[in-house]
């Protein structure tokens, strides 16, 4: 033990200094290798260098534009907005698409050149994260910005509000940009925004972790020149906590309207509540005199209560396109009516009206010829001519005119709620929604355009076959099935009732007309209304004496092509009345029937002014001029009826699901989604 140590020690020793120098050469000899080496590497190029990392840099926020690329896939509650740089450019920007099982988000900024019709798309790496339920304001100046939203994962799992800051974009250079700033809004979807001036403002929305769900009632202010958050202190009154309502500028004021929102109690079910009414935030330099005022209930005639609906402003009116009510069948069960309706909100006037198309020019022709028949017919009844010669009469006349008169259904977006709409150049643009049929929750990928200063029709830019729409989630088809079967053999039943009906008729005169109205409440005309229900056509003659009614129903050909043209005079008259001065248009007003006036009280209210006109047109007098007299003013009373027809169904419908709100909202399948469809 320790023998080998001392001996190792021992020749150590007798080595003595040379064995230290011996060492130190090597490492010098060493150290000099090393050197020799670094000096035979090239030497770094720092340009090169340099250039590698700009090359990285605009790598990550390098901007590719697809030109003429395929439309934007299916989706909802995403953005479309006009560029203010270039008015025949849209911009859609994110949005989800449901199929039943999965969820897809989307990031993509798509352009849509409405001259060429085409698409473009631009990407970067440095973009938003995909979401929905966002908003998107643009400046004059052609600054994007963008704020808010929510992500949800495929399987519905996980879903979260972005809390990054607000993101922006230069459409000149179409290169994004995140901008972080302090103090600014909590996170959340549903939310508003419209742009005042150099303000973008803020409001409501709702914020949603699967354990706790938060309305909003705040209103913010972002400066675009200064890039900075301001909170509105704003004391009572103010509008309720909401989302998904509709917010835009007009002037000096920003209007608020509708949303949905829950009331939450402790240890009871949260109740839905969607909103009607209107607010105003009188705008301000001075930020801290920025007030909220409540509208009175406007006038008019406003849409039905509705959730889902989308805004946008034209020339001093908000246009409301669309949207879902909730009627309460029973306790247990709730029927939801999809719109497709317009409307317009006078914004000064605080009143609303339907937006109705007014006939194209050939369908003016058509309605002439449809008034020029009608008149020689009633010539024919009137004169006692020879029943050879009123034969002659009758063949002398144009048939097709007659046929051409009936007007064919215009076409018109579906029903749908959660579209976007944007307008540019008074061309009012749509695209996408949601559309259910039965248990099937349907995604849109259409778009329309509406000229809002003609109204003359809808414009299909990109058409949508729903039957190809997939849907991977459970419905209701074979339960469907059945009830479909039923539905068919009612028709049949119902058919072969009208059929035997119209036999009666032809046998009884307007006699049998009337008994056929009468009976399970069917329509004689057997046309159909856009919402698929019957329509009950007037009967002109009721006020008239029998011989007339006898006569008139020799040849009723001319007289169903009136009905047929009856809802487009009104909408003429809107052409019209521009060219009117104040008196005439007063004397107008007076000469519109009332919505509960009959034809008799009609024509006692207004007789000395139709009877004038039949003393200008004729020479008759005393009991020939009453008649002549009356039938003019039964030819404006009944041209009224279907806008009038339209304004009653409208009352009714708002009594009805104003009794059906006041209940409580009972149970839904799938509460947690269905239920966010009303707050985004």
């Known amino acids: 033990m320790g023998g080998g140590r001392d001996k190792k020690k021992k020749r150590k020793a007798a080595a003595g200094p040379a064995a230290g120098a011996k060492s130190k050469d090597k490492e010098e000899q060493k150290k000099l290798r090393k050197q020799k080496k670094e000096l035979d590497e090239p030497e770094e190029d720092i340009d090169a260098l340099l250039e590698e990392f700009n090359k990285s840099e605009q790598d990550k926020f390098k901007v590719t534009e697809e030109f003429d690329c395929p439309p934007p896939s299916r989706r909802c509650n995403a953005s479309l907005t006009a560029n203010p740089l270039n008015p025949a450019e849209l911009l859609l920007f994110g949005g989800e698409f449901y199929d039943g099982r999965t969820v897809h988000m989307y990031n993509e900024l798509f352009r849509y050149n409405t001259e060429k019709k085409e698409w473009r798309k631009t990407t970067s790496p440095n973009s938003p994260g995909p979401r929905s339920s966002h908003q998107v304001v643009i400046t004059p100046a052609g600054r994007l910005f963008l704020w808010g939203g929510e992500f949800v994962s495929p399987n519905e799992t996980n879903f979260f509000h972005w809390k990054e800051g607000m993101w922006t974009m230069d459409l000149k250079a179409n290169a994004w940009e995140r901008l972080d700033m302090r103090n600014a809004p909590p996170p959340r979807s549903g939310h508003r925004m419209t742009l005042w001036k150099h303000y973008i403002v803020l409001f409501g929305g709702f914020f949603d972790n699967v354990t706790t769900t938060k309305y909003y009632d705040d209103t913010w202010l972002f400066d675009t020149l200064e890039f900075k958050w301001i909170k509105l202190d704003i004391p009572e009154p103010r509008p309720p906590s909401r989302s998904g309502c509709q917010l835009f500028t007009h002037n000096d004021t920003v209007c608020l309207f509708g949303g949905y929102s829950k009331v939450f109690v402790k240890g009871k079910k949260p109740v839905g509540v969607v909103h009607s009414d209107v607010w105003v935030l009188k705008m301000s330099p001075q930020v801290e005199s920025i007030r909220w005022e409540r509208r009175k209930k406007p006038g008019g005639v406003g849409p039905t209560q509705r959730s889902g609906c989308t805004m946008t402003v034209h020339k001093g009116r908000g246009i409301l396109f669309g949207g879902v009510s909730d009627v309460q069948e029973t306790e247990e069960q709730l029927e939801s009516i999809y719109h497709n309706d317009l409307y317009q909100y006078q914004i000064d006037a605080n009143k609303w009206f339907p937006l109705t198309l007014r006939p194209s020019a050939g369908a003016k022709r058509n309605k002439k010829k449809a008034k020029a028949a009608q008149q020689q017919q009633r010539r024919q009844d009137g004169s006692d001519v020879e029943s050879g010669d009123e034969d002659d009469a009758a063949e002398g006349m144009d048939t097709d005119d007659v046929s051409e008169a009936n007007p064919v259904e215009p076409i018109a977006p579906c029903q749908r709620f959660n579209t976007m709409l944007t307008v540019s150049r ?33 414009v299909p830019l990109m058409v949508d076959d729903i039957q190809k729409a997939e849907w991977l989630g459970e419905n209701s088809d074979d339960d469907d099935d059945d009830d479909d079967e039923d539905d068919d053999d009612d028709d049949d039943e119902e058919d072969e009732d009208d059929e035997d009906g119209d036999e009666d008729a032809d046998e009884a005169g307007d006699g049998g007309q009337d008994e056929r109205k009468k009976s399970k409440g069917r329509p004689a005309s057997g046309k159909k209304s856009k919402d698929g229900k019957k329509r009950v056509a007037r009967n002109a003659g009721d006020d008239r004496d029998e011989d007339e009614q006898e006569e008139g129903d020799a040849d ?109 909202a009972a149970d839904r399948a799938e509460e947690q989604r269905m239920g966010s469809r009303y707050r985004r």
């Open 556 to 664: 009723d050909a001319p007289e169903e092509a009136t009905e047929a043209m009856a809802d487009l005079s009104l909408k003429e008259k809107s052409e019209e009345e521009e060219n009117l001065t104040e008196e005439e248009r007063k004397i107008r007003a007076e000469l519109e029937p009332l919505l509960a006036e009959t034809l008799r009280e009609y024509f006692t209210r207004t007789s000395v002014h139709w009877q004038i006109r039949a003393r200008e047109e004729s020479e008759l007098t005393g009991k020939a001029l009453r008649r002549d007299a009356f039938e003019l003013a039964q030819e404006h009373f009944d041209e009224a009826q279907p806008e009038l027809e339209k304004m009653r169904e409208l009352m009714r419908q708002n009594e009805a699901i104003a009794a059906a709100t006041a209940k409580a």
């Open 426 to 458: 008074n061309i009012l643009y749509m695209f996408g929604g949601i559309l259910e049929d039965k248990s099937k929750e349907i995604t849109l990928n259409d778009m329309w355009a509406l000229n809002l200063d003609k109204l003359n029709e809808w």
